[in-house]
């Protein structure tokens, strides 16, 4: 079956610039999870939906990241003024239900602000 | 200190060996662990996920929760090449609802 799928693959953007990413969870997945992978580096939480609600947002890491899930199923994360700094993979997961439910993950989003 | 401390390696071994990865977390509130495997340009995959302590075998892998020592391990047995990739441990804060990962440890196998 098909599995959780993120575009674009990579991003290259001038510093300044707003992207974004998107996110297409498993089918049936009510909880959707946005992360950041930067080199050499687990996965970072920054942000959880719960359906269409934003559960937790707490490890976005200003004002300039946004994400939305308007309908409970893709989500798309915004990053506004893009800094060199932002430069990582974005990981995007989906589970179940459940917070103790596994969480598959896309591929990433490869993002390089130059 | 970090919630999750893990080895970056990188660990080197031939075909055929035994590895052993490990990980120390801080929180002896934690109860629920896993191991992912990550391929270079790949999200993260599911291996092996735990729950308190005790062993859990799954083919060539063995997950082991020491909740005593605060000690996380994955072992692979009869190591393969195409095991040559990124191991993450993480474990599940239910506190903050939030999956925190170790750093990864680099593993290559060769032929």
């Known amino acids: 079956g098909a599995g959780v799928s993120q575009t674009p693959s990579n991003k290259v953007t001038e510093k300044g610039k707003y992207v974004e990413l998107r996110c297409d969870p498993i089918?049936?997945?009510?909880?959707l999870y946005w992360y950041r992978q930067s080199l050499g580096q687990g996965p970072e939480f920054l942000i959880y939906?719960?359906?269409?609600?934003?559960?937790?947002d707490s490890g976005l890491p200003n004002d300039r990241f946004f994400a939305v899930r308007p309908e409970g199923s893709v989500s798309t994360l915004k990053i506004q003024r893009t800094e060199r700094g932002d430069s990582a993979v974005y990981l995007c997961a989906s589970s179940q239900s459940e917070v103790t439910d596994t969480q598959y993950f896309g591929p990433g989003t490869r993002l390089t602000v130059l | 200190q970090k919630e999750v401390e893990q080895d970056p390696g990188p660990l080197s071994v031939p075909e055929g060996a035994i590895v052993s990865l490990n990980c120390t977390y801080s929180n002896s509130a934690f109860q629920y662990f896993m191991w992912y495997r990550q391929y270079s340009r790949k999200g993260p995959e599911l291996l092996m996920y735990?729950?308190?302590?005790g062993n859990k075998e799954d083919g060539r892998f063995t997950a082991q929760v020491d909740k005593s020592s605060k000690y996380i391990s994955l072992f692979i047995r009869d190591s393969q090449p195409s095991d040559s990739a990124t191991y993450l441990c993480a474990t599940l804060d239910l506190n903050t609802d939030k999956l925190i990962f170790g750093t990864g440890t680099r593993l290559q196998v060769f032929p």
């Open positions: 089918s049936g997945h009510t909880a």
């Open positions: 735990t729950y308190s302590s």
């Open positions: 939906f719960q359906g269409t609600g934003a559960a937790d």
